[in-house]
């Protein structure tokens, strides 16, 4: 079974700062997909980037990029420029990439504090 | 597109009354998940249908939860009857699966269960 492993419960970054989520995974698949989602206090889960296993390439989104080691099954996520509006609760997540694939598997989240 | 709608929002009930939790996905999502959201036990998958077919029901803790899928634009999450440790935020997300376009989970705003 797929297990995902965020090893940092907190986090803290000053205001314009840059921070790094950490995220492990494991997985015997080679298709798949990874997910970083953003829980602020409203509760509301948004999505804040992905990645493709099959791309080498490490996506990015505006502030948010991450660093996709294959081979380590590491994601994790950088939040450059922090603003007091990434203070949330960070989720890893993944899942099976093949057609039939259906549920995520989630982390235990991070909650990231941004001080001003 | 509205994304995926949840109602209540929130909800508050005693102990013994039956709780139904609705969700609407988004339109052309073939897969739907329930998701339960506590404090001690983080983010749980409690059952996901495909082409409102149930697919994987094993997190649904007891027979007191029930859910069904009539169509693929609405689904339902009962508990009967409730009990104060269901209290929790539920989930409902939606997906596109089964494609070569597969998306990322979409979650609703969430329901806020208090049973007292």
């Known amino acids: 079974a797929q297990t995902v492993t965020q090893s940092q419960p907190e986090m803290s970054v000053q205001e314009a700062e840059t921070v790094t989520l950490s995220c492990t995974y494991d997985?015997?698949?080679?298709?798949?997909?990874l997910f970083w989602y953003k829980q602020p206090p409203s509760r509301q889960m948004i999505l804040v980037i992905r990645?493709?296993?099959?791309?080498?390439q490490n996506a990015t989104e505006n502030r948010f990029s991450v660093n996709f080691q294959k081979a380590a099954k590491s994601f994790s996520l950088k939040i450059s420029d922090s603003q007091l509006g990434d203070a949330a609760m960070y989720f890893c997540a993944y899942r099976r990439g093949n057609t039939n694939a259906g549920k995520s598997t989630f982390g235990d989240g991070t909650t990231l504090t941004v001080k001003p | 597109d509205a994304g995926v709608i949840q109602s209540p929002r929130h909800e508050v009930t005693e102990m013994g009354q039956e709780v139904t939790l609705r969700c609407k996905p988004i339109?052309?999502?073939?897969?739907l998940f329930w998701y339960r959201q506590t404090m001690m036990r983080g983010l749980e998958l409690l059952i996901y249908f495909n082409n409102n077919v149930p697919i994987d029901d094993s997190g649904m803790p007891e027979d007191r939860f029930s859910a069904k899928m009539p169509n693929a634009s609405f689904s339902t999450l009962k508990i009967q009857p409730s009990e104060p440790r269901d209290s929790a935020v539920y989930f409902c997300a939606s997906q596109r699966t089964g494609t070569s376009k597969n998306t990322e989970a979409f979650f609703g705003q969430g329901t806020r269960l208090t049973v007292v």
């Open positions: 997985t015997s698949e080679s298709d798949y997909y």
């Open positions: 339109s052309g999502h073939n897969s």
């Open positions: 990645q493709e296993a099959y791309k080498q």
